[in-house]
């Protein structure tokens, strides 16, 4: 049960012992760290396992500070951004309003999963000679790691967990400057970070690291906190089997089925639908169900419509209905929704969920339908400098026969 595994994880009775250290102030250096002193009795109350005074062969290295002690501070810093302790002036303080959560471990478990992400460059060693890009891209890369957990049916190699935080960098900074030697010393560094990261969810009872195998895997625990803190449906729940249709498109057409959560405000439905179609979210959008519109209340709008993210999904339709959404009011991308059928999650899928489609989404901005279809005339025709710039335009390996639909899901699974 994960009540039962969140009282055993590590984390949370480090925590409930830090927090009761704290009690209701404790004095910090000018540097807002924990001072030595506190710092070397924290260790041994909460059993973090740093080294104090290390010695290494005849040689014993003084810990001047407690920022030395990563085990420590990755507690502390866990504390502060899961919003349990604040620092005011020279002080650590606890924050009142959640003082609660630290007598219901389940709740102290999904409070601090889900401010892992927020953990960043304090989680990961950093010094004038390594920096981590790891740390850099925290929230980024600690989501799509959680994703890729609770994609794997079992062990997950951490060789294929640094490739994806590798890929993600790779996206980011310019590495075709780097020399080979450079790297090879970037991936070395971002194994490391990627260990280090699965580590952390280790002491929060959430995955299991086998250094030796060089895998991790989720918990029941992690599977249960992970689809808790996402708003995902826990096996059983219901959802809604949607097909998507863009309108006026044909040659080929353009849709999406998709698995969609019945319990998920329309402002979440919007962003599944996003993500699925392929879509920037860069324009305005509204819904139509029934005789009601539905979208998006930005202050001194004169948008008349009802408040979307007010709405339940399952609450608004049932299978065999139609609705509209349309997408960019310039352009004009109406679409089709509809509700194909109920259906039930399961614990082997993550949600929501592309299962198939055809067609790619249209470049933004080139003119609804009547501007994609000419759009695409122009890229199978004869060469000529016209084609050539708009081939530029949408980019050079755009096909609008092309759909990935791995691709799809796992955009749709990251709303």
């Given at each position: 049960?994960p009540q039962?595994?969140?009282?055993k ?11 009761a250290?704290v009690?209701?102030?404790r004095?910090?250096?000018q540097?807002?760290r924990?001072g030595?002193?506190?710092a070397?009795?924290?260790?041994e ?11 290494i062969?005849d040689?014993?290295?003084?810990t001047k500070?407690?920022?030395?002690l ?14 349990l ?16 959560v ?23 060693p950093?010094?004038?000679?390594r ?10 890369i ?6 890729a957990?609770?994609?794997?049916p079992?062990?997950?190699p951490?060789a ?7 890929d993600?960098?790779?996206?980011r ?8 030697l ?11 970070d ?14 299991v ?10 918990t ?20 809604l ?8 498109v ?10 969609i ?21 860069s324009?305005l959008?509204a819904f ?8 998006a ?5 004169e ?22 959404y349309?997408?960019?009011?310039g352009?004009?991308w109406?679409h ?8 039930e999650?399961?614990?082997?899928t ?8 055809e ?11 009547g501007?994609f279809?000419?759009l695409k005339?122009?890229?199978?025709g004869?060469?000529?400098?016209e ?14 026969a092309?759909f ?6 796992a955009?749709?699974s990251a709303?």
């Amino acid at each position: 049960m994960p009540q039962a595994a969140a009282e055993k994880a590590e984390l949370t009775r480090q925590l409930r012992s830090f927090l009761a250290w704290v009690g209701e102030g404790r004095k910090l250096t000018q540097t807002g760290r924990v001072g030595l002193a506190d710092a070397r009795h924290l260790v041994e109350l909460l059993g973090t396992g740093d080294a104090i005074d290390p010695k290494i062969g005849d040689r014993v290295f003084r810990t001047k500070s407690s920022e030395e002690l990563a085990y420590l501070t990755r507690t502390v810093e866990w504390a502060k951004a899961a919003r349990l302790v604040r620092v005011t002036g020279t002080r650590l303080v606890p924050v009142k309003k959640n003082a609660t959560v630290a007598g219901k471990p389940l709740d102290l478990v999904l409070a601090l999963l889900a401010a892992y992400p927020r953990l960043g460059k304090p989680l990961f060693p950093r010094n004038t000679w390594r920096q981590s890009l790891v740390g850099d891209e925290f929230p980024d890369i600690s989501q799509a790691l959680l994703t890729a957990l609770l994609a794997s049916p079992g062990p997950r190699p951490l060789a294929s967990l640094n490739d994806i935080a590798y890929d993600m960098i790779a996206a980011r900074y310019r590495l075709g400057l780097l020399t080979e030697l450079q790297h090879d010393h970037l991936r070395k560094s971002i194994a490391v970070d990627v260990t280090i990261a699965m580590a952390a969810l280790h002491v929060l009872g959430v995955a299991v690291l086998d250094r030796e195998a060089g895998t991790a895997e989720l918990t029941g625990l992690g599977q249960y906190a992970i689809r808790r803190v996402r708003g995902m449906p826990q096996p059983g729940d219901p959802l809604l089997r949607v097909q998507i249709t863009l309108k006026d498109v044909t040659d080929p057409p353009v849709w999406r089925q998709v698995l969609i959560p019945a319990g998920y405000t329309l402002d979440r439905v919007h962003a599944v639908i996003q993500a699925a179609m392929g879509w920037q979210d860069s324009h305005l959008h509204a819904f139509w169900i029934g005789d009601r519109q539905y979208g998006a209340i930005y202050p001194d709008d004169e948008f008349e419509g009802l408040d979307e993210s007010r709405f339940r999904f399952g609450d608004l339709v049932k299978a065999g209905e139609r609705i509209r959404y349309e997408y960019d009011f310039g352009d004009g991308w109406e679409h089709e929704l509809l509700i194909e059928a109920d259906a039930e999650a399961d614990a082997g899928t993550i949600y929501p969920a592309c299962t198939a489609g055809e067609g790619a989404c249209p470049p933004e901005d080139c003119g609804g339908p009547g501007g994609f279809a000419d759009l695409k005339e122009l890229l199978t025709g004869p060469a000529s400098p016209e084609r050539d710039e708009m081939r530029q335009w949408a980019g050079a390996g755009y096909d609008p026969a092309r759909f990935n639909q791995a691709a799809a899901s796992a955009a749709a699974s990251a709303t």
